[in-house]
């Protein structure tokens, strides 16, 4: 057997998830955004998303991204990264097993792909506020009906004091 096709390749092929994945964390480039709050910030997103292969989203770490959907110039037509050896230290430290493909479980809590999406989240995230408006103006309206209950007991109380006569 020639060493190329030793048993010790073939088994660090195998534990190496890299080899099967078609190098898709260099496909793209996520930078952090801050969290939006505002009408200003959510109409960035919405524009940000109207560009081909962009998307935002909210990773699993509740951090905000904007991750554009680009191949790194330095792969082979193999997917290979061509100069390996000499590659920067991100795609040194960049753990395999980590990696968004052979992770367990979806890399993001969220994600907008086009502007309809952000429209649908908004249009959701409305409808949760009016909703606990609703009930935070129930709470708000039964407090004080409470405290009206509780002045008019305090009055009350007054009044008859006042009623009985001291010695």
Not at 92 to 109: L, M, S
Not at 144 to 156: P, V
Request: positive net charge; hydrophobic residues 30%; contains cysteine.
């Amino acid at each position: 057997m020639s060493p190329k096709h030793s048993f010790r390749n073939i088994a660090s092929k195998r534990k190496n998830p890299c080899f099967d994945c078609g190098a898709l964390c260099c496909r793209n480039v996520a930078v952090s955004l801050d969290t939006p709050r505002s009408k200003k910030s959510w109409d960035e997103i919405r524009w940000l998303v109207a560009h081909k292969n962009v998307h935002v989203f909210k990773d699993l770490e509740n951090d905000w991204l904007v991750e554009f959907l680009t191949d790194c110039d330095k792969l082979d037509v193999r997917g290979r990264c061509k100069i390996y050896k000499k590659r920067p230290i991100t795609c040194r430290e960049h753990e395999p097993h980590e990696c968004i493909i052979n992770g367990a479980e979806d890399y993001y809590k969220i994600i907008f792909r086009n502007a309809e999406d952000v429209e649908k989240f908004l249009e959701k995230k409305k409808v949760k506020q009016k909703k606990k408006q609703r009930k935070s103006n129930k709470q708000k309206k039964r407090k004080k009906l409470l405290n009206k209950k509780i002045q008019n007991k305090k009055k009350e109380k007054t009044r008859i004091r006042k009623q009985i006569p001291h010695f």
